[in-house]
Structures are given as C-alpha cells and as structure tokens.
C-alpha cells in the first residue's frame, strides 16, 4: 500500500526465514515493522492503539513502555497505574529472536520524546537484546531514566519460556547476566513486575 509507514504484526508462529525476508523487505523500503509475536502499541488517552493490548490497563502519564512479553507489560502498566503513574507509549516488539523495531530505537524515541519522562524496560531470557540496550546506555549516556525488568529468573539453561527467543543457549542469554550488566551501565532493575512501580517515583524525582 503506497504511504504506508508502520505495520504492527501480533501474529506469532512465524517461520523464522519468513520473518527476515519480511522485515528485510519493509526496511528496504523505509517501511518500520513492530513485532512479530507482539501485543502492538498504544498511546493511552490519546486514542491511538494498534494490536491486541486491553485499554483497561493503561492510563494517560508519562512513562513510556517497550516491551518483549505481553502479558508483563500489562502487569506492569496496572500497577503503574495503581501507584498514579500513567504512561505516555506502551510499545511490545514481540518475542521472536527476530523482530523488526527493537529496543534501542524505541529507547531513542523514548528518549527524544517530550510527553516520556521515564522509561520502563521490560526484558526476558535469551538473546542479548537487553546487554545491547545497556552498552547503547553506557556509550551514548540518556537524558531520561530507565528501570528494567528481566524474566525467567529461575529459568534452567536450554529450557524455553513462552516465547521462541526466550531460550538461554551456551551460557548466554541468562537473566542474572543481563541483570548484572543492565547494573553497571546505571539502569536500575526490579527484582518483581510489582517493584517497578515503586522505583520509577524515585527516579522521577533523582
């Protein structure tokens, strides 16, 4: 379709190659794609939402979401909510180990963003997604503060955990490594979906 800009792809179960070939294709021809395997994107209060994400949720604020779980970024988002902080974009890029727009370009929008104030990370096992948000952190430095949260704590190398890319392989991808490096680069990280409430206050006011 000629002008079309964005595509938000929810489905899960694609094959990988078709996958790359998709996302390959769309940036070719400037094209941004936001998954697959992923919830999609809302702006609460602006009356902007593509995808699946349940609007009760969410409330108007000003701190922005990205996202690899879907269900997580629910969680999180209530009990931001609970604790009075509302959120400006909630965006899920889904939990392929390949997916178009990824963490450090929604940081960057994020971070260029004048209605975010804060930003919440919202990680899992497998991959390194969130080690190349914390080197990206640590080179470039951030206006605005970041708090992180990584699923699959408990999780077993080699043992998959909901999504196809969250999956600890040859000593890499583990939560307490990303935790670990997330640290030193100055993110804070919540131990509980919960406690990420607790800490985005603080470092508002910081």
């Not at 489905?11 to 940036?27: C, F, L, N, Q």
């Not at 994020?110 to 997604?129: P, Q």
């Not at 999956?167 to 804070?188: C, F, H, N, P, Q």
């Amino acid at each position: 379709m000629p002008g079309l800009k964005t595509i938000v792809v929810i489905t899960e179960g694609i094959p990988v190659h078709d996958e790359i070939k998709m996302i390959s294709y769309a940036r070719s021809k400037g094209v941004v794609v936001v998954g697959p395997n992923c919830p999609g994107v809302i702006s609460p209060g602006e009356r902007v939402k593509v995808g699946i994400m349940p609007e009760r949720s969410f409330s108007p604020g000003s701190v922005g979401i990205v996202s690899r779980s879907g269900t997580l970024t629910y969680e999180i988002s209530e009990a931001l909510t609970r604790a009075g902080l509302g959120q400006s974009t909630v965006i899920g890029i889904g939990g392929d180990p390949i997916v178009g727009l990824d963490f450090i370009e929604v940081v960057e929008m994020f971070n260029k963003d004048s209605e975010t104030k804060a930003i919440v990370v919202i990680g899992e096992i497998g991959g390194d997604a969130e080690e190349r948000v914390a080197q990206y952190v640590r080179e470039k430095g951030m206006v605005k503060p970041i708090v992180a949260y990584i699923a699959g704590r408990t999780a077993p190398p080699g043992k998959r955990m909901g999504h196809a890319g969250a999956i600890i392989t040859m000593g890499r991808g583990d939560a307490e490594t990303k935790i670990r490096v997330l640290e030193a680069s100055g993110i804070r990280v919540a131990r509980t979906p919960i406690e990420v409430a607790s800490i985005v206050p603080s470092i508002l006011k910081s």
